[in-house]
């Protein structure tokens, strides 16, 4: 059998699991993303596992730390003021936040589905960007694209899992929130939310983004960089959407 036979019956069968991508798409990122975007199969599951596996790694480095901020602890000085029924409901409360539940098993599915979603909403509002300004590519050739795109945030998650075990100190506000001053509401609130998201890697998965997306689509890279970045900024206001109306129900069921 000639090398012409064994590259056909390896086109015939391509392989969807492609972590040999991982480590160089960090040196030589625009070779990896042109491979990447020639593919005509679906290549999006590997980056994906990654980035499952981190997740996992940083739920269980977490949880202690979020079963201890959990617990509801009443001050000394006001426990005479409680019946032995509320001290009972205080103390389950307590323990219902430490529960594996609630530190483990809901921040997992909570990560795993924002992957899984952030993934294929990102993709598919890329490909409709992409689109809009000119390009004949396939959707899958975009899924392709925004999953090996997201391998920085593998990066990140290592970054918050030294950090939590160095300082044993849970990240509250990630990216460039902590600009924002505490208690502010409406649309301040809402651009809390989204400058949550933006920092070194999401800046990262943009370029590869415009790497992959200029190579599947053969546009000019002014609107390569366009359709990217409208398509970044709309999934962005998408993804604080939750965050901003769970805060908002939050402080008025506080209030």
């Given amino acids: 059998m000639s090398e012409n036979d064994l590259a056909y019956l390896e086109e015939e069968k391509p392989k969807k699991l492609q972590f040999g991508w991982f480590f160089p798409i960090f040196i030589r990122p625009r070779r990896v993303m042109a491979e990447i975007a020639e593919k005509n199969h679906a290549v999006w599951l590997a980056p994906l596992l990654i980035l499952m596996i981190s ?17 509801v602890v009443p001050d000394p000085e006001m426990n005479q003021y409680f019946t032995p029924e509320q001290q009972d409901s205080i103390n389950q409360a307590a323990s219902m ?132 970045l409208i398509a970044m900024v709309i999934f962005l206001a998408l993804k604080a959407l939750p965050v901003f109306l769970g805060a908002q129900l939050g402080s008025l069921a506080g209030g």
């Fill in 97 to 228: 936040g430490t529960s594996p539940v609630m530190t483990m098993v809901f921040p997992l599915l909570g990560k795993f589905a924002g992957i899984w979603i952030g993934w294929f909403l990102l993709g598919s509002i890329l490909h409709l960007s992409l689109t809009l300004n000119g390009s004949r590519s396939s959707n899958r050739s975009s899924l392709n694209v925004v999953a090996w795109a997201g391998i920085p945030f593998v990066l990140r998650d290592i970054v918050q899992i030294v950090a939590i075990l160095v300082t044993k100190q849970l990240i509250t506000k990630p990216g460039l929130s902590g600009f924002m001053a505490d208690g502010v509401s409406g649309g301040g609130a809402f651009l809390g939310a989204i400058l949550a998201f933006i920092d070194l890697y999401l800046i990262w998965q943009i370029v590869l983004m415009v790497i992959g997306a200029g190579k599947v689509s053969g546009m000019k890279p002014v609107k390569v960089w366009l359709a990217t």
């Fill in 55 to 71: 997740a996992v790694v940083l739920v269980l480095v977490s949880a202690p730390l979020i079963g201890q901020a959990s617990q």
